[in-house]
């Protein structure tokens, strides 16, 4: 059984803050893990797709790093702001589909 | 807006009747997908089109479900005797014939079955 997990389930912090998560995936036969923002009433919106071991990818104060080999990636906010309140999501691609893990509900308070 | 729609966004119907949802993908994506949602989970795989041809199906998709893509743009759901369990938000996704991995989200379906 393939399962990607996500921590914290989540997570509340100040405006300013940095806060970091953590999805870990199954490291046999990796293909791509992506990262998506999922604002309520809005569609899932995709932040990275990260491909090769000791990725990194960034998107203005948003970064992501991969490790393949161990089975994690992190996802970096720098300076927290109330408008990054989302669902933060990762999946693994696994052939021609994504298996997601639960989320990480960040909210930002002002 | 060229991203991928669905319609509708929100269903409430009587346990038992029967739902059809539609997804348009992004023009020229030649792979659509549907997931579900269930509170508290990630979303999950229920089956994809390349084209008109349904390559997979999930074992979540019991036989009232059936998925069509007749003409290879947009998609139907339909859920037939809808039960309680099948309250979720239902999403579809599409991707681009060069790079199949990449997947854009419509805004999904929420369907509450009373």
Redesign the interface.
Known sequence: ILNVEQSPQSLHVQEGDSTNFTCSFPSSNFYALHWYRWETAKSPEALFVMTLNGDEKKKGRISATLNTKEGYSYLYIKGSQPEDSATYLCAFSRFDKLIFGTGTRLQVFP | DT??SQDPRHKITKRGQNVTFRCDPISEHN?L?W?RQTL??????LT?FQNEAQ??KSRLLSDRFSAERPKGSFSTLEIQRTEQGDSAMY?CASSPPAA?????????TRLTVT
């Open positions: 991203g991928v792979r997908y997931y508290g989970q990630g979303p999950e795989f994809y390559l997979e999403l199949s991995y990449e997947q854009y989200f419509g805004p999904g």
